[in-house]
């Protein structure tokens, strides 16, 4: 099938949905092409933080203020994906005082509001930090749901023109007298191939950026960091708390919904799509944050997952933690001659939407127009919906007793619900849908819901292709995240599911 299109953007996470948004906010009209589902990348393998920029005040002020800016940008214009949790940098007696004093002027410099706490003050607000710690800075940091707030943009994107192909690769550049006139590309699961014309290409696919620039002749110098993350059963604390010191592995934990997630490790990869999480990177986060929460020692974990960081290199350093956080856009007009390509990467999820506006500032430039960027003024489509937990459980008795069914227990996701997702668009594969709601994001990782949900699909002949199948690929993708964790309690909920699934469905 032939396509044309005034911009093409390659890559489905944070930064080229949001571009996507951007451009259809000013009237540039874009088609998005993502070989997975939305969130297949980093995007979706993060420790979900919304950052106040304390963590980059001392060692990367510029990536400090973006994150803080962005911060209360987000705050705004998506209230209804982001908590306002607060954060708790502290200071336990083996750090010492003098990085947290530096950690102040840092903030100061900044314009990041942070305000010292006592050990008691600290306690009082987070009564499970070690009883020991020094002292506390407190500052605005918060979580972010990072697949509703991409599912949002791309949902107002697709409101205002933009068009996307979800589960589809790019296989080839044409590049001719230094512009890219054409882009092949192949539908993964049905097979169909598309045949690409565009005036304008964006390359927004983060760590697979060489793979695309590779088809173009072209690359960039990056490091591929692995950060690991556990979640935890439920919510350990009300705040995200950082350990006041240099960067390190293991010195953050943030409250995510009704579960906590520890994080992170920075380990240089070369593996983009086959990595796990070994049994040394969950010893050192159990190890590391259970000084500042001593209670994670005897907290059950309930998955462990990892995700790939581009950091772009402007020269090579020993240690990725010393390379900026923020990122990159580099216009290929100007490195490698390639007249109308442009690459953005790099960042953080909170500064999505800044990277968004920087690239299509360029973009305009290159077409030699002026249309400004609106993204930081119009809230997103579902601002006004809160989806707390707390008021999902208060409506759970009375949907019971109306004979509602609920589908998920964890997270409640109601039958009704879960079928208006369906139905507002074609979604193609099981983790399509469990980007779009909290299924199988609970306690139980799917282990008591999803068998539910394909026998929804199969009442309402959705289902494509053989039910068990499609439940037995679920349950092994499950188990990569469980199988670094199994140990006492998760270890006997797993024979549990495991006798349910070789019992009930003969797996």
Known sequence: MELKTEVLIVGGGATGVGIARDLSLRGIPSLLIERGDFTSGASGRNHGLLHSGGRYAVSDPEA???????NRILKRIAPHCVEET??????????????????????????IPATLLSREEALNLEPSL????????????????????????????ERHGTRFLLHTEVTSLQVDQGKVRQVAAKDLLQGEEYSIEANYFINATGAWANQILNLAGLRLDMALSKGSML????????????????PSDGDILVPNGPVSILGTTSVRSEQLDNFEVTPREVSLLIGEISRMVPVI???????????IRPLVLPEEKEDDRAISRGFALIDHEKRGGVKNLITATGGKLITYRLMAEKTCDLLCQKMGIQVS???????LPGTGKLFELKERLKKISPSLADGGEVICECEIVRREELEESLKKGNLRDL???LHRTRLAKGTCQGGFCVYRLLGLLHDLRMAKGDSNSILK??????????????????LKEEELIESIYKGIFNL
């Open 86 to 111: 607060g954060g708790l940098f502290i200071s336990l007696p083996e750090d010492g005082l003098e990085f947290r004093d530096l950690f102040l002027q840092s903030c100061k410099k900044v314009d």
């Open 431 to 433: 983790q399509d849908i």
């Open 64 to 70: 400090a203020r973006e994150c803080f800016v962005e």
């Open 231 to 246: 979640i935890t059963n439920g919510r350990v604390t009300q705040r995200v708390i950082n350990r006041c010191r240099r």
């Open 297 to 307: 020692k005897e907290t059950r974990l309930i998955r462990a997952y990892a995700g």
């Open 373 to 379: 960027c609106s993204t930081h003024l119009k809230p």
């Open 130 to 157: 070690h009883p020991h710690l020094l002292s506390a800075v407190e500052v605005p940091d918060g979580s972010v749901d990072s697949f509703s707030i991409v599912v949002e943009n791309a949902r107002d994107a």
């Open 473 to 490: 690929g679920f349950l092994e993708e499950r188990w990569k995240g469980i199988r670094p964790i199994l140990w006492g309690i998760p």
